[in-house]
């Protein structure tokens, strides 16, 4: 083969990858402004969320279940992006994705680790579905999954001492990513494969920023999100 044709043909090789890579940066949404919850809801509990330095943050209130701001539309397949900082270590916080809110009050069937089939009540309001784990480094659990309110633990978590629960760290912003492929769920934190599983009881549904139940503490224990992104594919 000439080299010119060569030179050509990977000219063109390069052109479309540069234009397939600036085509992908394009489909990316912006979940949060970086200014206000437009778009973002509380639902479940009475957590209080602000805007404060382009960041969202999430604020622990005594007496207070469970709460989680949920974006308005769902996604099936996707990648989803964004930063966190734990504050507290002693708030436990994760990130909703392929969750539902219960419009009415709901009753699960699932069995438990004995194979008897026990039952799961929500109330109306209720956020269920997979939540991304984000918790503090001694804990290891953060990247894990956990079904909410529905099947609960699932074998879906970092072993205890294993480098995936070490990619957490305290006191700075961790980036975690989120693959949702069919029943493929893959998640990351700070580049490093958390978990990498199959599992098919949910294919859509919302993303939402949780505040953990904290009882009557009265501290303000606080999370931080920032650079919310989503690709759906």
């Known amino acids: 083969m000439k080299p010119k044709l060569i030179a050509s043909i990977s000219a063109v090789i390069l052109l479309l990858a540069f234009h397939n890579d600036c085509k992908s940066q394009e489909n990316w949404i912006r979940l949060f402004d970086g200014e206000t919850l437009h778009?973002?809801?509380?639902?479940?509990?009475?957590?209080?969320?602000r805007v404060e330095d382009g960041a969202i943050v999430g604020q622990a209130v005594p007496g207070s279940p469970n709460s989680f701001l949920c974006t308005e539309r769902e996604f099936g397949d996707f990648i989803l992006e964004f930063e966190v900082f734990l504050e507290d270590p002693e708030?436990?916080?994760?990130?909703q994705?392929?969750?539902?809110?219960?419009?009415?009050?709901?009753?699960?069937?699932?069995?438990?680790?004995?194979?008897?089939?026990?039952?799961?009540?929500?109330?109306?309001d209720r956020v269920y579905g997979y939540q991304v784990e984000i918790a503090s480094e001694e804990g290891g659990a953060s990247g894990g999954v956990y079904d909410e309110a529905r099947r609960a633990m699932m074998p879906w978590w970092p072993e205890k001492g294993s480098a995936e629960s070490?990619?957490?760290?305290?006191?700075?912003?961790?980036?975690?990513?989120?693959?949702c492929r069919g029943d493929s769920i893959k998640t990351f934190i700070n580049g490093v494969v958390i978990t990498d599983f199959r599992d098919a009881l949910s294919l859509k549904g919302i993303i939402g920023l949780q505040v953990h139940?904290?009882?009557?503490?009265?501290?303000?224990?606080?999370?931080?999100?920032?650079?919310?992104?989503?690709?759906?594919?």
């Open 166 to 179: 070490k990619a957490f760290k305290n006191n700075q912003w961790n980036k975690y990513r989120i693959e």
């Open 39 to 49: 778009g973002w809801s509380v639902h479940s509990g009475m957590a209080k969320y």
């Open 213 to 233: 139940d904290v009882g009557n503490d009265p501290a303000p224990y606080q999370v931080r999100w920032k650079n919310i992104r989503i690709l759906p594919l």
């Open 97 to 124: 994705f392929r969750s539902q809110i219960a419009q009415h009050e709901l009753v699960f069937w699932f069995r438990n680790q004995e194979g008897e089939y026990r039952p799961t009540t929500i109330p109306p």
């Open 91 to 95: 708030l436990n916080s994760g990130v």
